[in-house]
């Protein structure tokens, strides 16, 4: 009986360590070339309300397009130890990588 008991035990462990999906945590960056903060906007090529310094980490929660066509993510992050949203900015001056 304990045999079936640590077999079922043992299956039950499987199949939740399965059943979570591995995702590896992707790590972005501000990476604007022209070493000045890259502003931050309210809406992509909206009205500019922030800048972020090179090598502030980010997470991108969506991108949208501009009317020309040009990819703009809305970043967030840590500041001071709180989350906050901060923006819009241009795509291309944030590098991801994986953890």
Sequence with gaps: ????????????????????????????????????????????NGQVINALRNNREVEILEIDFDQQGRPWAKVAGYYQDRYRVWGWVIREFISCYER
């Excluded at 304990?2 to 043992?10: C, D, G, P, R």
């Excluded at 199949?15 to 931050?40: H, R």
């Design 1 to 44: 009986m304990a045999f079936f008991k640590s077999l079922f035990l043992t299956s039950i462990f499987c199949f939740v360590l399965t059943a979570i999906p591995s995702q590896a945590k992707e790590i972005c960056k501000v990476t604007d070339p022209t070493g000045t903060p890259l502003n931050v906007r309210e809406s992509p």
